[in-house]
T-cell receptor, first 117, second 111 residues
Framework: GAGVSQSPSNKVTEKGKDVELRCDPISGHTALYWYRQSLGQGLEFLIY????????KSGLPSDRFSAERTGGSVSTLTIQRTQQEDSAVYLCASSFVPGGGSGNTIYFGEGSWLTVV | QKEVEQDPGPLSVPEGAIVSLNCTYS??????FMWYRQYSRKGPELLMY????GNKEDGRFTAQVDKSSKYISLFIRDSQPSDSATYLCAMSAGSARQLTFGSGTQLTVLP
């Protein structure tokens, strides 16, 4: 596709249920990122994938959060036993090479809006 | 204290005004500085990128970085209603793989 694609765009779930959020990065991009954006807050880094390297999971807030990236392309972010504080926009991004610090543009999807009731 | 501080606004200006958006930061390792624009219910899009200190201009937009003061700014000249969005500053230490974002400033340009 032309851009980073995320699904579902909106998800309402009951507290305690598991949810899966999907990200399809731009073709050819080796780096994939997940961020979380709560209402009125900036983006909070969650996890980063680069090629076949072990992911950087340093931003995951708890062991209820996990993510995988299959075949170096599509990624799934899973939240188990959802809590109300998990309500946020989950943004996926990708870039051709790692890191936003070298002038390499990081492209964001439109996000998955998660509401836990 | 957050690594990156940004006034959340909201900021409301008349069309044609000059807008100044700012961020301060505490991590002296940050070398790369970016401004993202985020429209309502959309993902952020890169607006400006600057390396180290100095100015960079692109059309109506100017980004300034003052590393000695740990302060960055984005100026928008001749602001337009289409500039109404949330503006997020972001920065990285270069070798890091993720960006650290400010909380965003919500801007409204009134016609």
């Amino acid at each position: 596709g032309a851009g980073v694609s995320q699904s579902p765009s909106n998800k309402v779930t009951e507290k305690g249920k598991d949810v899966e959020l999907r990200c399809d990065p731009i073709s050819g991009h080796t780096a994939l990122y997940w961020y979380r954006q709560s209402l009125g807050q900036g983006l909070e880094f969650l996890i980063y994938f680069q090629g076949n390297s072990a992911p950087d999971k340093s931003g995951l807030p708890s062991d209820r959060f996990s993510a995988e990236r299959t075949g170096g392309s599509v990624s799934t972010l899973t939240i188990q036993r959802t809590q109300q504080e998990d309500s946020a926009v989950y943004l996926c991004a990708s870039s051709f090479v790692p890191g936003g610090g070298s002038g390499n543009t990081i492209y964001f999807g439109e996000g998955s809006w998660l509401t836990v009731v | 204290q957050k690594e990156v501080e940004q006034d959340p606004g909201p900021l409301s200006v008349p069309e044609g005004a000059i807008v100044s958006l700012n961020c301060t930061y505490s991590n002296s390792a940050f070398q790369y500085f970016m401004w993202y624009r985020q429209y309502s219910r959309k993902g952020p899009e890169l607006l400006m990128y600057t390396y180290s200190s100095g100015n960079k201009e692109d059309g109506r937009f100017t980004a300034q970085v003052d590393k000695s003061s740990k302060y960055i700014s984005l100026f928008i000249r001749d602001s337009q209603p289409s500039d109404s969005a949330t503006y997020l500053c972001a920065m990285s230490a270069g070798s890091a793989r993720q960006l650290t974002f400010g909380s965003g400033t919500q801007l409204t340009v009134l016609p």
